[in-house]
């Protein structure tokens, strides 16, 4: 571009001098005029970056508005949330029967707890007693940040130091007596132990030797278990947490129970357990027509030809018409 304008002023100034009329062009209002020609050119290429760059701030201004808006949302639900009354302990009195891996184990249930808490409609006043031994140091070592937990009183002394004997109500599946209802007036207990099968009973032989109430939830009453009625910690937990927002036990029972405890329904439960009997009769109808029998002496035996897995080296008996025989 700048050879052709160069050519065409040259050619500019031949004219001029054979017209006599003009003067030649210096250096300097070459490069000029070639920029203007430039500046002409590029013309359209700025009016669309002017345009890019308005859009560009319209985004960045909407953009800004909506955060804003999102964190009013967030402020306006903080808003609604209504705090309990109702205190939730958990009792981490139980260290010294635990190893480290169960001890590690109840360290991440505490955690859940702690989050679901913080998240919940109607969060409830959450104790940690007790606290010390591995436990303080397992969360010293692997959640530094536990000592920054809000809406948490996390103590050393034990329960009954911090809290009325008569508001206490400790909640253990052993207990005869239903929690029917939740009094916000009171403080329960969960115990904090993650291997109940070595120390069966010790939630609620504690509460007794205390003379402080006890009670088991009503999960018998609406769900039936594949395995044993004692739940997680964190399980307990959030389950007083839905029923505090729900007023159902079911629906609190069915909202936080893993499916691998085969949790279902006690209706859907006995129509289960009838369709089962039912196929194991069939069962043993065709079993009948296969059986052989032998005779072994005055005492008569059924053979049958079976397969079973061996899931540990302890004995197995296997009974027989009147006979039983270890494997």
């Given at each position: 571009?700048?050879n052709?304008?160069?050519?065409t002023l040259?050619?500019q100034?031949?004219?001029?001098?054979?017209?006599?009329?003009?003067e030649?062009m210096?250096?300097?209002?070459?490069?000029k005029l070639?920029?203007q020609?430039?500046w002409?050119?590029?013309?359209d290429?700025?009016?669309?970056k002017r345009?890019?760059?308005r859009?560009?701030r319209k985004?960045?201004?909407q953009?800004?508005?909506?955060?804003?808006?999102?964190?009013d949302d967030r402020?306006?639900m903080?808003?609604?949330?209504?705090?309990?009354?109702?205190?939730?302990i958990?009792?981490?009195s139980?260290?010294?029967l635990?190893?480290?891996?169960d001890?590690?184990?109840?360290?991440?249930?505490i955690?859940r707890?702690?989050?679901?808490n913080r998240k919940?409609?109607?969060?409830v006043?959450f104790y940690?007693?007790?606290?010390?031994?591995?436990l303080?140091s397992?969360m010293n070592?692997?959640?530094?940040?536990?000592?920054?937990?809000?809406?948490i009183?996390i103590?050393?002394?034990h329960y009954s130091e911090?809290?009325k004997?008569?508001?206490?109500?400790?909640?253990?599946?052993d207990s005869p007596?239903i929690l029917r209802?939740?009094?916000?007036?009171?403080?329960?207990?969960i115990?904090?132990?993650?291997?109940?099968?070595h120390?069966?009973?010790i939630t609620?032989?504690?509460?007794?030797?205390?003379?402080?109430?006890?009670?088991?939830?009503?999960l018998?009453n609406?769900?039936?278990?594949?395995s044993?009625?004692v739940?997680?910690?964190n399980?307990?937990?959030?389950i007083?947490?839905?029923?505090?927002?729900?007023?159902?036990?079911?629906e609190a029972f069915?909202?936080?129970?893993?499916q691998r405890?085969?949790?279902?329904p006690?209706?859907?439960a006995?129509d289960?357990?009838k369709h089962?009997?039912s196929?194991?009769e069939?069962?043993d109808?065709?079993?009948?027509?296969?059986?052989?029998?032998q005779e072994?002496g005055?005492?008569s035996y059924?053979?049958?030809?079976?397969s079973?897995p061996?899931?540990s080296?302890?004995?197995?008996c296997?009974v027989?018409?009147?006979?039983?025989?270890?494997?």
């Amino acid at each position: 571009a700048f050879n052709e304008v160069f050519i065409t002023l040259e050619k500019q100034e031949a004219g001029s001098d054979r017209e006599g009329c003009l003067e030649p062009m210096s250096k300097r209002q070459r490069k000029k005029l070639l920029k203007q020609k430039q500046w002409e050119e590029q013309k359209d290429l700025r009016r669309q970056k002017r345009k890019e760059k308005r859009q560009k701030r319209k985004l960045e201004r909407q953009s800004k508005l909506d955060s804003n808006n999102e964190g009013d949302d967030r402020k306006r639900m903080r808003r609604e949330v209504v705090p309990s009354t109702l205190r939730l302990i958990v009792d981490c009195s139980f260290d010294d029967l635990m190893v480290l891996k169960d001890v590690k184990k109840l360290h991440k249930q505490i955690q859940r707890c702690y989050a679901e808490n913080r998240k919940a409609f109607h969060p409830v006043q959450f104790y940690l007693t007790s606290h010390g031994g591995q436990l303080k140091s397992n969360m010293n070592e692997n959640d530094k940040g536990w000592v920054n937990w809000k809406d948490i009183q996390i103590r050393t002394e034990h329960y009954s130091e911090l809290i009325k004997k008569e508001d206490l109500v400790y909640l253990t599946s052993d207990s005869p007596d239903i929690l029917r209802e939740l009094d916000e007036k009171k403080a329960y207990v969960i115990g904090g132990l993650v291997d109940h099968n070595h120390h069966k009973g010790i939630t609620y032989k504690k509460a007794v030797e205390q003379g402080i109430g006890h009670a088991q939830l009503p999960l018998g009453n609406f769900v039936k278990m594949n395995s044993r009625k004692v739940l997680a910690v964190n399980h307990v937990f959030e389950i007083i947490l839905a029923y505090l927002e729900k007023r159902d036990w079911k629906e609190a029972f069915f909202s936080v129970l893993p499916q691998r405890k085969g949790a279902v329904p006690l209706g859907e439960a006995n129509d289960l357990s009838k369709h089962a009997l039912s196929g194991k009769e069939d069962e043993d109808n065709d079993l009948d027509t296969s059986e052989q029998y032998q005779e072994t002496g005055t005492n008569s035996y059924k053979s049958l030809s079976f397969s079973m897995p061996v899931l540990s080296h302890d004995p197995v008996c296997v009974v027989l018409s009147d006979k039983y025989f270890s494997l």
